[in-house]
């Protein structure tokens, strides 16, 4: 069985969850518990453009500046 995460020609979802971490997620699969969509569907590099664009600091919110 093919990764359902990693079919170019699959339909894609941008997701992020309360730390504003972004997920790429196939749209054929139930988003999880936590996470929100914020971009799609669309295809897998239109949303790994998305995910480029705007989300530029990947440090998780809860997280303290050392």
């Known amino acids: 069985m093919a990764d359902p995460f990693e079919n170019e020609e699959a339909s894609y979802l941008v997701l992020v969850n309360h730390q504003g971490q972004h997920s790429l997620w196939p749209?054929?699969?139930?988003?999880?518990?936590?996470?929100?969509?914020v971009f799609g569907g669309g295809g897998r590099q239109e949303c790994l453009d998305y995910v480029a664009a705007?989300?530029?600091d990947i440090t998780p919110r809860n997280r303290s500046p050392r």
């Open 27 to 37: 749209e054929a699969i139930e988003v999880p518990s936590g996470w929100q969509v």
């Open 54 to 56: 705007n989300w530029t």
